[in-house]
């Protein structure tokens, strides 16, 4: 009992301590230049890795004294890092929030953005799905919760819709968001409903649809796979579904896609200069087309 | 050497694994520091009450809903589920092996289930991911190979060692005597063990009981695989079977894209926050529960 007590004093003691550690300061700006090599650190989405993975390999064959290191960790790691000055480029699979600009700014970073590349987001369903196209207004009612049965899309003898989503940690998930499920920004009120899986991947999303007969979910154009069954989207005005193709997307006929980023503080100089350039030129690009992304213009 | 050069030496020998020691303590109460400050911010944009019976967890909304609620009984669901499946077995192992099995047995029995300990939960997540999920969600007949069920099964097995080896060093701590007097007055050796040797051994199965549960409610990894992570409140018998979402994988799943100093950071902070009173709270009984018999018994 006595020892009871003792902890708790303790923990008393714990508090004015948070008050002390709460004065520490952020890392100041580190420079790039270490001798006569130059590094460049690229952190950020998970959804842009494997871009991020094959360009930082071919850039090192053509210009092996320049120091690439790359790391995921998610879109706003990667802008953290940024602003904290421990990376020279954070990518981002979605736009920057206001919130973060403000923290910038703060920061006295002026964050420049570069579109490296376009991403078409799938809807996909089991294989058994009798559906053959879908439309935006259909995918807001079932991702917010307000359909719930696969009946009233008109499947019969499916039961209820399992909607799989990416968890909020995802780019993709809130490009989803902005893009279906509050139909472009028409009702900003819709949300996810609480209902829905939440996976921690563009795999799982993938294996988990492919394994549940009842399950809709949505994936980047570079994981699909003939596990799952492809829904072709009808935008937003109306019109003919439109299937979510490397072409649909480059063309802009696919609505549900979106861009992702590069994030520079300033205009980028030297190495980074270097790297930037190459990712937007055509060998960039290249590789772009080759991991199921779309490549900018 | 010289007696003073000695004992200055032994001073600072004495000294070191003082210090040693100290850092154990200094260490949790750093840790417990750094999650009050990042975690009492949250309270400029929402209340106690309101983190407590919030029954909406939608982080990324505008404004965001923090509700607590969903995501704390996800927990106990899975950890509640995960104990009444390894307590039961856990203590019947545990008995078994320190009563009934032979010696050549006992030896290889518990260097076994401890060798479970070992396994990376990434593995267990695996399995549950890929094998045990769609094998029961087929037998069940359920939408979802995911769900609160799978999680506990999961847990239960990585719980397993701790209760079963905790719980056989208090099984076999009760004094002999105790059994011989008993088999003397005619019980059968069931009679014993149930009546006379488990609850003489209680507290030490309580305490193994409760760590386990400490170190159920506190993995991650496991359970962000195979519970599906829907924030929805599980509702009665049928919430083992659907998917939900426990604070352990609330914190892994959204820290890493979760803007700094916002209410959302500040929240995952409190989630943490939560997460460690509760084991704190859990060790600490555990702790008080073996005290206090080791001045009953004497």
Same mark, same amino acid.
């Given at each position: ?18 008050? $002390? ?61 940024? &602003? ?88 993709? !998930? ?22 829905? $899986? ?19 979910? !949505? ?55 270097? !790297?930037?350039?190459? &990712? ?18 | ?7 200055? *030496? ?11 020691? %100290? ?8 840790? @417990? ?6 975690? #009492?911010?949250? @309270? *400029? ?30 927990? #106990? ?33 518990? =260097? ?16 549950? /991911? ?15 190979? #995911? ?22 060093? %208090? ?38 009981? /409760? ?22 409140? =599980?509702?009665?018998? =049928? ?5 939900? *979402? ?27 926050? /939560? ?24």
């Amino acid at each position: 009992m006595v020892r009871v007590r003792v902890m708790a004093a303790l923990l008393a003691l714990a508090l004015p301590l948070a008050a $002390l550690t709460g004065g520490c300061g952020r890392p100041e700006s580190t420079s790039s230049e270490s001798g006569d090599r130059e590094a460049v650190a690229q952190i950020g989405s998970t959804t842009m890795l494997p871009l991020a993975g094959r360009w930082q390999k071919a850039f090192n064959r053509k210009q092996p004294e320049v120091d690439i290191s790359v790391s995921g960790g998610g879109s706003g790691t990667g802008i953290r890092a940024l &602003i904290a000055g421990t990376a020279e480029i954070a990518n981002s699979s979605r736009d920057i929030k206001q919130k973060e600009i403000a923290q910038a700014r703060e920061a006295g970073v002026t964050l420049v953005e570069h579109v490296v590349a376009y991403d078409g987001i799938a809807v996909i369903v089991h294989p058994s799905n009798p559906l053959h196209e879908i439309s935006v207004e259909q995918l807001s009612d079932i991702f917010s919760g307000r359909v719930t049965s696969w009946a009233d899309l008109g499947a019969t003898r499916m039961g209820d819709t399992q909607v799989i989503s990416r968890d909020s940690a995802s780019g993709t !998930y809130e490009a989803f968001k902005e893009l279906v499920v509050t139909m472009g920004g028409q009702d900003k009120t819709r949300d996810y409903a609480a209902a829905v $899986l939440k996976q921690a991947s563009n795999q799982a999303v993938l294996a988990l649809v492919a394994r549940t007969k009842s399950g809709i979910g !949505y994936v980047g154009l570079g994981y699909l796979d003939e596990s799952v069954k492809v829904l072709p989207v009808i935008p937003l005005d109306g019109g003919e579904a439109v299937a979510p193709t490397v072409e649909n997307v480059a063309s802009g006929d696919y609505s549900v896609s979106r861009a992702l980023y590069c994030y520079t503080n300033g205009e980028p100089r030297g190495a980074t200069k270097a !790297y930037l350039d190459w &990712i937007e030129g055509p060998e960039g690009q290249a590789i772009v087309e080759e991991l199921g992304f779309v490549p900018v213009k | 050497m010289n007696t003073g050069a000695r004992r200055v *030496r032994e001073w600072l020998i004495e000294r070191a694994i003082q210090a040693a020691g %100290a850092m154990a303590i200094v260490f949790v109460l750093a840790i @417990f520091a750094f999650l009050l400050r990042d975690a #009492l911010p949250v @309270f *400029r944009e929402t209340t106690v009450r309101d983190l407590a019976t919030g029954r909406t967890w939608l982080p990324t909304a505008e404004p965001p809903k923090l509700g607590l609620l969903p995501l704390l009984l996800g927990s #106990l669901y899975v950890t509640i589920g995960a104990l009444l499946i390894s307590v039961p077995l856990g203590v019947a192992c545990a008995a078994f092996i320190s009563e009934v099995a032979p010696r050549w047995m006992r030896e290889t029995l518990k =260097p076994a289930v401890e060798v479970l300990a070992t396994i990376p939960s990434v593995v267990f997540g695996f399995l549950g /991911l890929l094998l045990v999920g769609p094998w029961l969600a087929e037998l069940l007949d359920l939408d979802v190979p #995911l769900f609160a069920g799978l999680g506990s099964l999961m847990l239960a097995f990585m719980a397993m060692p701790m209760i079963v080896s905790l719980s056989e060093d %208090a099984i076999r701590a009760v004094p002999m005597t105790l059994r011989q007097n008993s088999l003397a007055l005619g019980a059968t050796q069931w009679q014993t063990i149930w009546r006379v040797v488990l609850p003489a051994g209680r507290s030490g199965i309580i305490a193994a009981v /409760l760590l386990g549960m400490g170190r159920a409610i506190g993995e991650t990894m496991t359970v962000l695989m195979v519970t599906g992570n829907a924030a929805v409140i =599980p509702l009665g018998l =049928p919430g083992f079977l659907r998917p939900v *979402r426990t604070m352990t994988a609330t914190i892994a799943a959204e820290m890493g894209e979760t803007a700094y100093n916002t209410p959302h950071y500040h929240a995952l902070f409190a989630i943490g926050l /939560l997460l460690f009173i509760i084991t704190f709270a859990a060790n600490t009984i555990a702790d008080v529960v073996v005290r206090r018999s080791g001045r009953t018994t004497r």
